[in-house]
């Protein structure tokens, strides 16, 4: 059987900024993938959807939609080019755009002079088995919202399906709805993770119980490690749609506000579940730990009864060993020197009386029911 440590490892990433630059620079990491841009224009009869890879592809499709709300989808932030071009065109302010590429944000929501800016963690388990932790960001200005993530995985299909689909608010509620829908899916997986993370602490304590072994305490720590990543996202995640819920910004509406009330529920429920997890796996390690010392203990009363029995067996031994002669070198008897040094069959009877002393204290330890415990 394969540990959860075995399986899933920590796909760390570096920090890329340079100590003393100016507020607002962009610096993009030397790993950052090329963009993939998707840009979804759509109004309550239709959906219009263009790829490409530069500013030229964001700027036909609004000039071409004039009627509709724009999902601007940016997968791969390795152009800096592109990134300063569309806070040009967005009217964003730099150190919004530095916060895009310096991705190692909290979660976060911000207000500015017609716009909003909001950061959220994206986590998954990849293909390769590691736990991602990357950062989406999100823009929200006039009937644009604008989103940026860092790998080209598909996180937010289920939202293009919606739009397709046609079905419900998403293509009637705004931009800031569709940022909500966004949100939304990130903590929807949230729990995906957060389930397989509940099925390995399963497995952890179920192992346990049948065979006990160090590695156990091993996948436990590396369990605990892995929610106290997930916690980190989800906690300031929570503020953040409180600060949502509570903005008077009209880019957030008031039928917005009831469905982030909701993704707050949501976040405090995840909240919850890390916790009760994390308290499970210290119990696992702690429960380790307790059977460690209580087998230790029995193996040490196991060898405290040996000891115990053989110590007056020991001691009639030792002094029947010493070297005291019963007679002197003229035949006479020594006074106050071992009397049964010649006794007839004096070897078998010492063997007899350790016997009697042995049985008699083993007798008296079972009584005490010693033997039950171990």
Known sequence: ????????RYKHKRRNFEVGTRPGTISIPDDALEPKIEV?????KDLQVSTGKNMETITKQIAKCTDHTHWIKINGL???TLIEDIGKFLGINQLVLEDVVNTHQRPKFDEYEGYVFGTSRILYINKENELVNCQFSGIVKDNIVISFEESYNDYFKPVKQRLEAGKG???????GYILYTLIDTILDNYFVLLAQLGDSIDETEDRLYQSPNKAIMFDAQHLKRTLIVVRRACWPERDKINDMIRSENPLITKDTKIYL???YDHCIQ?????ESYKEVTSSIIDLYLSMVSNRMNEIMKVLTIISVIFIPLTFIAGIYGMNFSREDTHGHVIPDNMPELYAHHGYVYALVGMFVIGAIQL???WKKGWFNKL
């Open 363 to 365: 007798f008296i330890f």
């Open 1 to 8: 059987m394969k540990t959860y440590s075995s399986r899933v």
């Open 261 to 263: 009330r909701d993704a």
């Open 169 to 175: 608010l998403i293509r009637l509620a705004g931009p």
């Open 40 to 44: 979804y224009s759509f109004n309550e």
């Open 270 to 274: 995840a909240m919850d579940m890390i």
């Open 78 to 80: 390795g152009d800096a």
